[in-house]
């Protein structure tokens, strides 16, 4: 079964840290993009991480506290957050993207509060 299943959200206070797993299954994590998403209540989902021909981007909210990452494996992305905001509460998702090719994660939940 071809499919992405995240892992490592759950409540932290602000100033903390997580790390997002995503396992891949079915499938390698080559040759296209892999990035992670987020969605808060009320509102759209956002990109934040990309891995893309060895080269790393990050959306500006996230960039200098979150790293994207993939093992040696290719079957696991990973996404450290530290120095954790309230406002990086949302729900986050895992995507592996190419052409024809668009995989999306069911979602893990991170809540930043005291």
């Known amino acids: 079964q071809v499919q992405l299943v995240e892992s490592g959200g759950g409540l932290v206070q602000p100033g903390g840290s997580l790390r997002l797993s995503c396992a891949a299954s079915?499938?390698?994590?080559?040759?296209?993009?892999i990035g992670w998403f987020r969605q808060a209540p009320g509102k759209q989902r956002e990109w934040i991480a990309a891995?893309?021909?060895?080269?790393?981007n990050y959306a500006d909210s996230v960039k200098g506290r979150f790293t994207i990452s993939r093992d040696i494996t290719r079957k696991n992305m990973y996404l450290q957050m530290n120095s954790l905001k309230p406002e990086d509460t949302a729900a986050y998702y895992c995507r592996y993207w190419g052409p024809g090719t668009d995989y999306w994660g069911q979602g893990t939940q991170v809540t930043v509060s005291s």
């Open positions: 891995f893309t021909n060895s080269y790393t």
């Open positions: 079915g499938f390698t994590l080559d040759y296209y993009a």
